[in-house]
């Protein structure tokens, strides 16, 4: 209890006058003891070495301003490294967030492609599933019409064949009966004793013969390397021919089916053709070189080899079989002709196109 406290209990109790507290007075007091302190304090100071008080509260000082930087430090440097470890784990999955959304979004442009590329696709698969579709009906019906063709092309040439055989028939029949009717003259001369008359006779007789059979053989020869080529009409792409040939990959096969026709009637083992496959490089040199060439405007027989110019550059550069002339029109069997297809073509014979003719020597008395 407070001496005031006391004071006014005493009061309370005795009832005995207090006086005002003189807060003026106390102040004063408590100025002169601190006064008094302070010169107490001075004059212990001014008695001990002045040196060594410094000394003293330098280091004190410093021990006070390290220790407090210490533990400041300390302070600071754990919330740093806290801070730090903040910020890198922030960086750590703001990076992996950023590699993730370009992952994402890196997948997702792929699967954009891949879907534009599916979809291009499709309607690639579309496209070629029409036109091959288209592609198949175009090939059924120029199959069709080539069948048509190619069998009135083997129905002509059969019947070639046919009147070859026949005009061979006759000419064989007819040396037959001039050799009965020659022997029977020959048989009355002799029983009559003409013997120059009779070998005069013979003589004729053998001649006439060989020219029947020869005129026959060349007219069959002609109409067999025509019938061969009639029987390869609608032919596409040539792969028989050129592989006979030697050729292991489709190659320009014009010169090689005339070649092939040839080849079957026998008449490159008989020097009768060449087996050529340039027209410009072999065909036509073959021809020349023989004195076997016609140029343009004549009258073409049929077995005959048609060169032709389409550049106008005075070099050959296709060839076909003769089938005829007729008309001034000369009618002709072609391999590698238009759509890589063996055709029927016809010409005027003063046609631009045409470079010539081949006239193989089948017989010799067939040329005039």
């Known amino acids: 209890m407070t001496e005031i406290q006391r004071r006014i209990k005493q009061k309370e109790d005795a009832k005995i006058p207090i006086k005002k507290?003189?807060?003026?007075?106390?102040y004063k007091q408590k100025l002169k003891n601190n006064i008094g302190k302070t010169k107490e304090n001075v004059d212990e100071k001014e008695n001990n070495n002045p040196n060594e008080y410094s000394i003293n509260k330098i280091i004190?000082?410093?021990?006070?301003?390290?220790?407090?930087?210490?533990?400041?430090?300390?302070?600071?440097?754990?919330?740093?490294?806290?801070?730090?470890?903040?910020?890198?784990?922030?960086?750590?999955?703001?990076?992996?967030?950023?590699?993730?959304?370009?992952?994402?979004?890196?997948?997702?442009?792929?699967?954009?492609?891949?879907?534009?590329?599916?979809?291009?696709?499709?309607?690639?698969?579309?496209?070629?599933?029409?036109?091959?579709?288209?592609?198949?009906?175009?090939?059924?019906?120029?199959?069709?019409?080539t069948s048509k063709k190619a069998y009135q092309g083997a129905k002509e040439g059969t019947k070639a064949t046919i009147k070859g055989i026949k005009i061979g028939v006759k000419a064989t029949i007819k040396a037959v009966k001039t050799t009965v009717v020659t022997a029977?003259?020959?048989?009355?001369?002799?029983?009559?004793?003409?013997?120059?008359?009779?070998?005069?006779?013979?003589?004729?007789c053998i001649v006439g013969m060989a020219c029947a059979m020869m005129f026959g053989e060349s007219t069959e020869q002609n109409s067999s390397i025509v019938a061969v080529a009639m029987g390869q009409v609608g032919n596409v792409g040539g792969e028989k021919f050129w592989k006979w040939y030697g050729f292991n990959e489709h190659v320009e096969w014009c010169a090689i089916f005339v070649s092939w026709c040839a080849n079957e009637c026998g008449y490159i083992e008989s020097g009768t053709i060449p087996k050529f496959s340039s027209c410009k490089y072999e065909g036509v040199p073959f021809f020349k070189e023989k004195g076997l060439w016609k140029d343009r405007g004549y009258i073409a027989k049929s077995g005959d080899i048609i060169f032709f110019d389409w550049e106008q550059d005075g070099l050959a550069d296709h060839v076909g079989i003769v089938q005829k002339t007729e008309n001034d029109i000369v009618y002709t069997i072609e391999g590698n002709s238009s759509g890589d297809t063996c055709r029927q073509k016809e010409y005027n014979i003063n046609s631009n196109v045409i470079y010539g003719y081949g006239t193989p020597l089948y017989l010799t008395e067939r040329r005039v």
Do not use: P
């Open 21 to 26: 507290l003189d807060r003026k007075a106390l």
């Open 60 to 145: 004190e000082t410093e021990k006070g301003i390290y220790h407090r930087g210490i533990v400041d430090l300390e302070k600071y440097a754990k919330k740093a490294v806290k801070e730090t470890k903040q910020n890198a784990n922030y960086t750590v999955q703001k990076i992996k967030q950023k590699k993730s959304n370009k992952t994402i979004k890196r997948k997702a442009k792929e699967t954009t492609k891949r879907l534009k590329q599916g979809r291009k696709t499709i309607k690639t698969s579309k496209r070629t599933g029409k036109f091959a579709y288209k592609t198949t009906k175009q090939t059924e019906k120029i199959a069709i019409k």
């Open 184 to 204: 029977k003259s020959m048989l009355s001369l002799f029983l009559a004793g003409g013997w120059i008359a009779f070998v005069v006779i013979l003589v004729l």
